[in-house]
């Protein structure tokens, strides 16, 4: 459902300053296709498994409103709804939240990020399948079908119209951050200070392991799914996305497209980099990845710092690894 190159967490632990309370508990479950990992601190091995237990059954309440796989999610029931003269159609509050932190995302992207892609997106999940290159009037005439201009939220009534046939969404740029800070925000709720949600890649942390500076996650060399970058990033109470084309990828003619589409061409974007969000929360750090992603890496980084976030855009060139950064991206390099 959501592609996301993922991230390495290592977890720092100096064992003679953690409290002796404090227990490490990890719990990973398939989730969205690929796994979904919960870190966190407890004194208690019982609560522990009943909290996360917990976690776990959020994780599929947001997954069966969000997820395009499943026929009878309220993100595809909402698609279906895109018919000639369509009514408006009453949303859950969870997704109404969903849908207008992804048209302030378009808004703010300039259209770079839009889950109106759906349609698009479809289409290349057939192509990856039958490696039959579709021709260009194929794609224009799908890619007719895309824009937030086709839909209205009406956020007063809790209501949604789909104004062109045909019209999907998408949630898999925004989804798995957004869940995850759900996850994180429920462990809050908990007396939980010290964990970390990994969403297939999306990562978000509350405070630092007991004894550590804070949590330590590696990101991987661009187009490589077994190799980091020299330096891991060391964060507390913030999330982390890296989107790349390392697991999701097609060639042709000579050109590797990323499984991220630029809304404007309805093609995979085909430069070999890397894009690496911090921000201060999972959707935000989601989303930004994938408009980074898309855009000029001078536009990815205004738009970074414009929503108080970092960016680190990593390509090869020649063979060689060019890093290029907003200024208090260096901050989280862990020393």
Not at 67 to 74: F, Q, W
Not at 106 to 118: H, L, M, Q, V
Not at 175 to 198: C, E, R, S
Request: net charge positive.
């Amino acid at each position: 459902m959501f592609a996301r190159i993922f991230l390495t967490v290592f977890i720092l632990c100096i064992a003679i300053t953690v409290p002796a309370q404090q227990k490490r508990f990890s719990f990973t479950e398939p989730k969205m296709g690929a796994p979904f990992t919960i870190v966190f601190y407890s004194d208690d091995t019982l609560h522990a498994t009943s909290l996360a237990k917990r976690c776990f059954n959020l994780a599929d309440s947001f997954i069966f409103i969000f997820s395009d796989y499943i026929d009878s999610s309220e993100l595809e029931k909402l698609s279906a709804s895109a018919v000639l003269n369509a009514p408006a159609v009453p949303v859950s509050p969870t997704l109404l939240d969903i849908l207008v932190l992804s048209q302030n995302a378009f808004i703010k992207s300039e259209g770079a990020f839009d889950i109106t892609i759906g349609p698009l997106v479809k289409l290349w999940r057939k192509i990856r399948k039958t490696k039959q290159w579709p021709s260009k009037e194929t794609v224009a005439s799908i890619r007719s079908l895309i824009g937030f201009d086709k839909m209205t939220i009406d956020t007063v009534q809790k209501k949604v119209r789909m104004l062109s046939p045909g019209m999907q969404l998408d949630l898999g740029g925004i989804a798995q951050g957004y869940i995850a800070q759900k996850i994180i925000d429920f462990l809050n709720t908990q007396q939980v200070k010290h964990a970390l949600v990994n969403a297939s890649g999306d990562i978000v942390v509350s405070g630092a392991p007991p004894g550590s500076p804070g949590w330590a996650i590696g990101v991987n060399v661009p187009g490589k799914t077994d190799e980091l970058l020299a330096q891991n990033l060391l964060m507390q109470n913030k999330a982390v996305t890296t989107s790349g084309d390392a697991y999701q990828f097609m060639e042709h003619a000579g050109k590797r497209y990323s499984h991220i589409i630029d809304p404007g061409t309805g093609y995979g974007v085909t430069a070999q980099r890397n894009v690496t969000v911090i921000a201060a929360d999972g959707a935000t750090a989601d989303w930004l990845a994938t408009a980074c992603s898309i855009i000029t890496i001078k536009r990815a980084k205004r738009l970074a710092m414009q929503m108080g976030a970092q960016v680190l855009i990593t390509e090869i060139k020649k063979g060689k690894l060019i890093y290029h950064a907003t200024k208090g991206f260096a901050h989280y390099w862990k020393r």
